[in-house]
């Protein structure tokens, strides 16, 4: 999932362009300074709001409020150091709420059409499902095996996987494999559907505090060397729309200062070593 300041920083970032390119061609009509800052304030408001629900819906991400991302993030951080057994017991335990569910090994099976009066269900399933939960790492080509063979030998063609991370490698492997259905459950979607509202806890393996972001945190990450290409696109459209204006030293100076904070930030030791 793409952090909150990650969306922050480039929405604002494009709300600006957006702004000035339209403030550009409405200037370009009208000599009315306040009329084409008003129109380039409300069509990249519109523009910038449209692009990233857009950007979310394609991405089928779940959106839980800051007090439940915050559980979720705390219980997945305690699956990582939970054994596999009690994992299993405790996913049982949510999932039998809705699902017919048999423990087996470090998996859970589901049952064909446990699912049925939930077709939108996320482990929706027409057959038996082999339910395969993995916390400590990401989910790689490995276990992805490992897990296949299982499926193999208990003669179940329906797998879901539930992880925080999944291996690009696994995941373009197992629309290769014909005659099985691989399902790729991100961690905060299956939590958003079974366990926010089940009333299931798990015990309490580490605790922690999240810190508070740091206002030096904030500046690594807006000038780290990942985002250099950005500075780089932004400050050169901005330079190219000078031309289309009278006023061309706002956008000389602005698509200027862009270009050079990607030139530092690509140069900057200290920068590099913190990104």
């Known amino acids: ?44 408001g519109l523009v ?19 007090l439940e991302k915050d559980q979720a993030t705390a219980l997945l951080l305690n699956l990582r150091f939970t054994p596999s057994d009690k994992i299993t017991d405790f996913l049982a335990t949510v999932l039998k ?8 090994a470090d998996f859970l099976i589901l049952d064909a059409n446990s699912a049925q009066n939930q077709p939108h269900s996320t482990l929706h399933s027409t057959e038996k499902m ?21 499926a193999i030998a208990l003669n179940i ?5 539930v992880g925080a991370e999944f291996d ?21 979607k299956f939590y958003d559907e079974f366990i926010k509202n089940s009333g299931v806890q798990l015990p309490v393996v580490i605790d922690v505090t999240k810190p ?28 190219l729309m000078s031309f289309l204006v009278p006023f061309k030293i706002y956008y000389l100076v602005l698509g200027s200062i862009l270009c050079s904070i990607a030139l530092i930030v690509r140069v900057v030791p200290l920068l590099k070593k913190q990104n």
């Open 48 to 66: 910038s709001y449209l692009i990233v629900f857009l950007s979310k819906k394609r991405a089928n991400k779940i959106i839980l409020n800051k």
């Open 1 to 44: 999932m793409r952090s909150k300041l990650s969306i922050i920083i480039d929405t604002t970032v494009l709300f600006i362009v957006i702004s000035l390119i339209v403030f550009a061609w409405v200037r370009f009509y009208t000599r009315e300074v306040l009329i084409s800052a008003l129109a380039g304030v409300t069509i990249s």
């Open 157 to 161: 063609k329906h797998i879901a996987f």
């Open 212 to 239: 508070k972001m740091q206002w030096i945190e904030l500046v690594r990450y807006a000038f780290s060397p990942a985002r250099t290409r950005h500075y780089l696109l932004f400050g050169l459209l901005i330079i």
């Open 168 to 188: 690009s490698e696994v995941t373009n492997f197992a629309k290769q494999i014909n005659g099985y259905t691989f399902e790729f459950i991100d961690f905060y």
């Open 97 to 104: 709420k809705s699902h017919p569910v048999e423990v087996c």
């Open 130 to 150: 082999l339910f395969a939960p993995y916390f400590t790492r990401k989910i790689d080509m490995p276990y992805f095996i490992y897990v296949y063979k299982c």
